[in-house]
Nanobody, 117 residues
Framework: QVQLVESGGGLVQAGGSLKLSCAAS????????MGWYRQAPGKQRELVAT???????VYADSVKGRFAISRDNAKTTVYLQMNSLKPEDTAIYYC???????????WGQGTQVTVSS
């Protein structure tokens, strides 16, 4: 019912910045919480940040103070501004959302972020 398309991933040197975008389409009137998750090789997927419909945010301790999640409700787009990037931030970053009135979640295809030292 919802399609998520990420963009903005790439290669950046340590200390640099990158901004990811995720655009939702489909059943957008029921979009609820949106967020970003990441998965590095050999590790489980982990939460990076989430943002609710009202703008409340949650961050993983590892990115707090460096990353900022924001949301454009009118355009049904969520962003992840990543600053002071570290090599350990290297991962595939996935956009996620859930819908009002359901427990179903949706995932984007992922975008690779590589931070070189």
């Amino acid at each position: 019912q919802v399609q998520l398309v990420e963009s903005g991933g790439g290669l950046v040197q340590a200390g640099g910045s990158l901004k990811l975008s995720c655009a939702a389409s489909g059943n957008i009137v029921r979009l609820n919480t949106m967020g970003w998750y990441r998965q590095a090789p050999g590790k489980q997927r982990e939460l990076v940040a989430t943002i609710t419909r009202s703008g409340t945010t949650v961050y993983a301790d590892s990115v707090k103070g460096r990353f900022a999640i924001s949301r454009d409700n009118a355009k049904t787009t969520v962003y992840l501004q990543m600053n002071s990037l570290k090599p350990e931030d290297t991962a595939i970053y996935y956009c996620n959302c859930d819908l009002l009135y359901t427990t179903r979640t949706y995932w984007g295809q992922g975008t690779q972020v590589t931070v070189s030292s």
